[in-house]
């Protein structure tokens, strides 16, 4: 049966717009082992549109163009090991925000970090 939206899509995909999109796409696929599903190329070479999928979700990013400009946001990603994640994220030069800690009454470890764009990635991992 056909459907209205490519197969294990989710409905919401979060949509990035950065200066350096390859620079990103290369620390998500450090980090979080995202892997690319679709993409494309401005004729300069620079991303238009690429889609990662990471876990069981995919997001959406492109390079900032005069029409387009970059901008920051907050996600939130659950991992199967954060203090690994946290890990690899400083060491390809994230910049920290937490340390993984689990909080009174949270069942989830939780650590946080600003990506070179200035995002700011919270991971979660619940035990």
Sequence with gaps: MKTYKPENYNSLSPYLIVDEAQKLVDLLKIVFNATTLRRFDHENGTIAHIELQIEDSVLMISNSTETYKAHTTML????????????????????????????????????????????????????
């Excluded at 954060?82 to 993984?100: H, L, R, V």
């Excluded at 650590?111 to 979660?124: C, E, H, T, V």
């Design 76 to 127: 939130h990603v659950y991992v199967p090991n954060t203090i690994d994640t946290y890990q690899k994220a400083i060491a390809q030069g994230c910049q920290s925000i937490e340390a993984p800690i689990r909080k009174e009454g949270d069942s989830d470890l939780r650590g946080s970090f600003y990506d070179f764009a200035g995002n700011y990635w919270a991971i979660g991992t619940q035990q």
